[in-house]
């Protein structure tokens, strides 16, 4: 389907007068408003291909209706997001559920949505159907010289799909691991993996980047081989220049202190982007700030400090994507919280009296410190948020536009009631 192109403009429309009210505070008294809202505009979040049909757990899967069926109805979708929000320009493929057929064709539909797209993922925590040899026991780790070239081979391929589209990175998540003591020598499985990365690494092109993502457990529990930020970052240093760490907030033990993690791999030059979601327990891969907030907001405040103390541009230096699952809410109202929270919590950031806070800090003023902080966290900046949608040419208020228009059940309509995406 596609938007009616007055919609958006219709519906800005009535909600004008409420939003201007609200705005009218930030633009009078806020000095930093503006570049605040200009920020934000640039600001992209790229969308999993795989977060767009409704996941589930291996208790069951609940079906939701009007799921996208191909890559183009994947594409589809995001390009109604983007549509909403203007902050959604890209799409993350993952090979096999996403191989393109046409590459010019598919192209084409991304141009004709204004998508880019992101970092390609690849998979070797499946075996596919016309698949030769196992991943049970792992993949680039694995005893056999013979499944492990697979692996590799599989990697490389997907770096040739992501160049024909014109992607710039490719991630690599590993299940490798063991589940039992005794099982693994963490040794030889730790060398073996470098080794057989090193090979992907190598067939990198000139431009691109590799960015390790690190997952403390499952589906393996008793080990994972690329486990936490310190293994990532070791991979990611033997590696070399091109090989970046990447941080899913939902792969840390509880209570990890994941903005410090964030500010020391920024600061040493080797934080490659993000997973984002929201967790309570493990790997929950719930709405981004939907359980943590704060969290969020503390780690966009080390972004925000680290990136500017390193003169790095926002949105350009670093891999910004959702990765969720959806089990009980519609993926696509669901996607549209995710990129929401996200950027609140970069606005809250940059709201942030920095200079304040270092003297804080260097006094000692322990309270004051946190009050600078909190002071930014509970600021409303949801005006700035939808002011920044609105001029870029989206919706002041996505959600309630998207409900507004009926947009699941016309999916519905098109694509059917009982749907299931290619994918997780
Ligand atoms: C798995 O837990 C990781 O978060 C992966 O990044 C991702 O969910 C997977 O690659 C999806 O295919
Ligand atoms: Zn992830
Ligand atoms: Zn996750
Ligand atoms: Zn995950």
Not at 11 to 35: D, I
Not at 111 to 118: C, E, I, M, R, W
Not at 127 to 150: I, M, N
Not at 283 to 304: R, W
Request: glycine share 8%; net charge negative; aromatic share 10%.
């Amino acid at each position: 389907m596609q938007l009616d192109p007055n919609a958006i403009a219709d519906y800005n429309q009535s909600q004008l007068e409420g939003h201007q009210r609200k705005l009218s505070y930030w633009t009078q008294e806020v000095a930093t408003a503006e570049p605040i809202i200009r920020k934000l505009i640039d600001f992209q979040i790229a969308i999993p291909s795989w977060a767009l049909g409704t996941g589930g757990t291996r208790f069951g899967r609940f079906a939701g209706g009007g799921e996208p069926r191909s890559l183009e109805e994947k594409m589809a979708d995001v390009g109604l997001l983007h549509a909403l929000n203007q902050a959604s320009g890209a799409i993350s493929l993952h090979i096999p559920w996403d191989i393109p057929t046409d590459y010019d064709a598919i192209k084409g539909l991304a141009a004709s949505y204004s998508l880019a797209f992101d970092a390609v993922n690849s998979n070797t925590f499946q075996d596919q159907p016309e698949q030769e040899l196992s991943y049970k026991f792992g993949s680039l780790q694995h005893v056999d010289a013979a499944v492990r070239q697979q692996a590799i081979d599989h990697n490389i391929d997907v770096i040739r799909h992501g160049e024909a589209l014109g992607s710039k990175a490719l991630t690599v998540w590993l299940s490798d691991g063991s589940c039992f003591p005794g099982q693994l020598n963490f040794r030889k499985a730790f060398g073996r993996t470098l080794d057989s990365l090193g090979e992907i690494y190598a067939a990198l092109p000139e431009d691109w980047k590799l960015f390790v993502e690190y997952k403390a457990f499952e589906p393996n529990f008793y080990s994972m081989t690329v486990g936490d930020w310190g293994s990532s970052f070791l991979y990611a240093s033997k590696l070399g220049p091109k090989a970046y760490t990447l941080v899913d907030l939902g792969h840390h033990l509880p209570n990890a202190n994941i903005e410090q993690i964030v500010s020391i791999l920024l600061n040493e030059g080797k934080l490659g982007g993000f997973h984002f979601n929201d967790s309570k327990y493990g790997d929950d891969d719930l709405t981004a700030g939907s359980i943590k907030p704060y969290q969020l907001f503390l780690i966009f405040n080390e972004l925000v400090d680290g990136m500017d103390a390193r003169g790095m541009n926002h949105a350009t230096s670093l891999g910004w994507m959702i990765d969720a699952s959806h089990n009980v809410k519609d993926p696509l109202e669901d996607l549209l919280q995710s990129v929401e929270a996200i950027q609140l919590a970069y606005a809250q950031a940059l709201l942030v009296d920095r200079q304040a806070l270092e003297e804080a800090r260097e006094a000692n003023d322990v309270a004051q410190a946190q009050e600078i902080l909190q002071d930014a966290f509970r600021t409303d900046v949801r005006p700035l948020v939808a002011e920044a949608r609105r001029r870029a040419g989206g919706a002041l208020q996505p959600l309630a536009l998207y409900r507004q228009l009926n947009v699941r059940q016309q999916l519905i309509g098109e694509r059917g009631a009982k749907t299931i995406a290619t994918g997780l």
